[in-house]
């Protein structure tokens, strides 16, 4: 059964990161959810990125701050689709990561979202979007999804129009 390895460089990165597997857990993705370094353990994530496809793992997430290489490792190693999600901190506050990310060589793409962790939460929508396209059960959990996140800002606008109307 197809699942997504959720990356992190760092166990600090982990509260963010806990978005994107709430997302995927949410949907019924199964996920993996490793700490490994581009910089640290580059010869064990290459490894760890062989035998995930082995196992079916069908979409890599990757999360990094500062140099955030991390995402650019993996896809080095693998054709299969990796999200990076850029952590905000550091002396920039997490632009430096985006741009780590961001900017990877042609040939050798990196999908890139948002930094922190509005980006791990849709780097898990997009995992999940991505397994979707061969599996319509998935793509009809997603869509029930949009739609009950339709049905809350409908009803915000009504209390706030309900608010607007009792002044």
Known sequence: MP???VLMGSESDWPIMQS???????????????VTSAHRTPAGTAEYVAHAVERDCRVFVCAAGLAAHLAGAVAAHTTRPV????IDGGPFNGADSLLSTVMMPGGVPVATVAVGKAGAKNAGYLAAQILAVADDELAQRIAADRQ????????????VQQSLAAS
């Open 3 to 5: 699942w997504v390895a």
């Open 20 to 34: 994107c597997t709430e997302t995927l857990g949410a949907l019924g993705v199964g996920f993996e959810v490793r």
């Open 83 to 86: 999200i990076g999600v850029p």
């Open 148 to 159: 009950a996140n339709a049905a809350k800002v409908a009803s915000q606008n009504e209390s």
